[in-house]
C-alpha cells in the first residue's frame, strides 16, 4: 500500500472505532442503569419497611398495606435480578466497558498515526490493523445489531461532520432520523 492508502485506511478505521466504541458505550449506560436500579430496590424495600416499623411500630393501620407493597417490590425485584443473572447483565457491562475503552484506543492510534505519518507508518499500520482485526473479531460475538450500526455510523458522522452516503445530510443531532444508513436506531 502507498502512504496515501495507509492514510485513508487511518481514517476510515478511525471513524468505525469511533463509531463502535459508542456502541459499545450506550450498552454499558445502559446495563449501569438497570444493574444500580436492582441494587437501589434491593436495599431500598427492607429499608423502608424496617424504618416505618421503628417509626410507628407494628401496630400502625398502614403496616398491612405497605407490607403487601414491599412484597410485591420484592418479588418484581427478584425475578429482575434473576433475570440480570442469566442474562449475565454483570459479564456484558464489563464486556462492554473493556471495547469502549479498546476502541477508544484504536481511535486514538489510528488518528495519530494518519496525523503524524511517521516514518515507519506501513509497519505500525500493520501492527495496528492486526490490533484492530482482533477487536473486530471480538466485538463481532456481541451480536451488534443493525439498528445499533445505523447508530454508530450517525454518531460517527456527526462527530466528524461528514455527510450520510444515502441521504446526503450530515447528522447536527444525536436524535435518529428517517435514514436508513444513519438514522432508525
Given at each position: 500500500?502507498?502512504?496515501?492508502?495507509?492514510?485513508?485506511?487511518?481514517?476510515?478505521?478511525?471513524?468505525?472505532?469511533?463509531?463502535?466504541?459508542?456502541?459499545?458505550?450506550?450498552?454499558?449506560?445502559?446495563?449501569?442503569?438497570?444493574?444500580?436500579?436492582?441494587?437501589?430496590?434491593?436495599?431500598?424495600t427492607p429499608l423502608s419497611v424496617g424504618s416505618i416499623?421503628?417509626?410507628?411500630?407494628?401496630?400502625?393501620?398502614?403496616?398491612?398495606?405497605?407490607?403487601?407493597?414491599?412484597?410485591?417490590?420484592?418479588?418484581?425485584?427478584?425475578?429482575?435480578?434473576?433475570?440480570?443473572?442469566?442474562?449475565?447483565?454483570?459479564?456484558?457491562?464489563?464486556?462492554?466497558?473493556?471495547?469502549?475503552?479498546?476502541?477508544?484506543?484504536?481511535?486514538?492510534?489510528?488518528?495519530?498515526?494518519?496525523?503524524?505519518?511517521?516514518?515507519?507508518?506501513?509497519?505500525?499500520?500493520?501492527?495496528?490493523?492486526?490490533?484492530?482485526?482482533?477487536?473486530?473479531?471480538?466485538?463481532?460475538?456481541?451480536?451488534?445489531?443493525?439498528?445499533?450500526?445505523?447508530?454508530?455510523?450517525?454518531?460517527?458522522?456527526?462527530?466528524y461532520k461528514k455527510p450520510c452516503h444515502i441521504c446526503?445530510?450530515?447528522?447536527?443531532?444525536?436524535?435518529?432520523?428517517?435514514?436508513?444508513?444513519?438514522?432508525?436506531?
Amino acid at each position: 500500500m502507498d502512504k496515501q492508502a495507509i492514510i485513508d485506511s487511518c481514517r476510515e478505521k478511525e471513524f468505525h472505532a469511533y463509531g463502535t466504541s459508542s456502541i459499545f458505550d450506550k450498552r454499558a449506560r445502559s446495563l449501569q442503569f438497570r444493574r444500580t436500579l436492582i441494587t437501589f430496590l434491593g436495599i431500598i424495600t427492607p429499608l423502608s419497611v424496617g424504618s416505618i416499623v421503628l417509626s410507628f411500630g407494628t401496630s400502625t393501620t398502614a403496616l398491612p398495606y405497605l407490607l403487601t407493597i414491599a412484597g410485591v417490590v420484592g418479588i418484581i425485584q427478584l425475578v429482575v435480578s434473576a433475570w440480570s443473572i442469566v442474562s449475565r447483565w454483570d459479564e456484558k457491562y464489563d464486556y462492554s466497558i473493556e471495547s469502549v475503552r479498546d476502541n477508544t484506543n484504536l481511535y486514538n492510534q489510528f488518528k495519530a498515526l494518519a496525523d503524524m505519518q511517521p516514518s515507519d507508518l506501513d509497519i505500525k499500520f500493520s501492527e495496528l490493523i492486526k490490533q484492530n482485526e482482533r477487536r473486530e473479531s471480538t466485538d463481532i460475538t456481541k451480536h451488534i445489531t443493525e439498528k445499533e450500526k445505523r447508530y454508530a455510523n450517525h454518531i460517527s458522522l456527526k462527530y466528524y461532520k461528514k455527510p450520510c452516503h444515502i441521504c446526503k445530510e450530515t447528522p447536527i443531532s444525536s436524535k435518529p432520523t428517517k435514514c436508513d444508513g444513519c438514522g432508525n436506531f
